[in-house]
């Protein structure tokens, strides 16, 4: 598509937060954070807190989250004075999925698994990007082996909107460097094996020389790791 390769050309020597400054700038009032309120995701809050305060940040709360997502949740809202947006899914459609699989049916096929993801995480983010041009995503392209062909600004075919990742060539040691120089506030998980965070019974620490996104779903191929909120 022709905007994306013009954003990438122009911004291909652009710094993380001269990215992030230009979108603020060019799509103010259409562009958002999707954060996890993982490591990444508070290290671009942080970022875009400090550039444009009233930028929308969101994040999705699929009623299986852990106790310290909700602490990190807290603590951001405390240190930068925000009230992040939080999109919860259709009450109607939880009961169903409980009704038709069970609590952790998710477990028992990737059928059930995508189709808990769809209710609890794809529904509600296409209610929070409802409207916008543009979102941030912390991805990092060495985060896993279906991330790697990630480009800087990318056409979001599942959403319909310019999706740009300014993580992306930023390292594991990048993130955490600057979330201490930073005094940024983390999920008290990472410091706990936990690299990657999401729903409580799909997420579980990691062993020395892991993948760091084996903690995710591990009992699925790593070609399937991703939830349908990014497909690469
Ligand atoms: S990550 Fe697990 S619990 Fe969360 S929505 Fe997906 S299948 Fe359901």
């Known amino acids: 598509m022709k905007i994306i390769n013009e954003l990438n050309e122009k911004l291909k020597d652009a710094s993380t937060l001269e990215v992030i400054e230009f979108f603020l700038n060019e799509y103010k009032n259409k562009i958002a954070l999707a954060s996890s309120l993982g490591a990444e995701d508070q290290v671009l809050t942080d970022m875009i807190l400090k550039t444009d305060k009233s930028t929308k940040i969101f994040t999705l709360d699929t009623g299986r989250l852990n106790p310290e997502t909700y602490d990190v949740m807290d603590a951001t809202n405390l240190k930068y004075s925000v009230k992040l947006d939080v999109y919860f899914p259709k009450l109607d459609a939880v009961e169903n999925l409980y009704k038709t699989q069970g609590v952790n049916g998710h477990f028992e096929s990737i059928d059930n698994r995508k189709n808990c993801c769809k209710i609890r995480k794809i529904e509600p983010l296409k209610r929070a990007l409802n ?102």
């Not at 985060?143 to 959403?159: G, Y």
């Not at 993948?211 to 009992?219: K, L, Q, V």
Request: net charge negative; with cysteine; proline share 5%.
């Open 131 to 232: 409207g916008l041009d543009v979102w941030f995503t912390g991805l990092r392209s060495s985060q896993s082996i279906t991330r790697e062909e990630m480009k800087l600004v990318e056409w979001d075919e599942a959403f319909g909107l310019i999706k740009v990742n300014p993580l992306i060539n930023w390292s594991e040691k990048d993130v955490w460097d600057y979330i201490k120089s930073n005094n940024v506030p983390y999920n008290k998980l990472h410091d706990n094996g936990y690299p990657s965070i999401g729903c409580a019974p799909c997420t579980r620490a990691i062993k020395d020389g892991e993948d760091i996104r084996a903690g995710r779903w591990w009992w699925e191929n790593p070609e399937h790791k991703e939830c349908g909120l990014h497909k690469k």
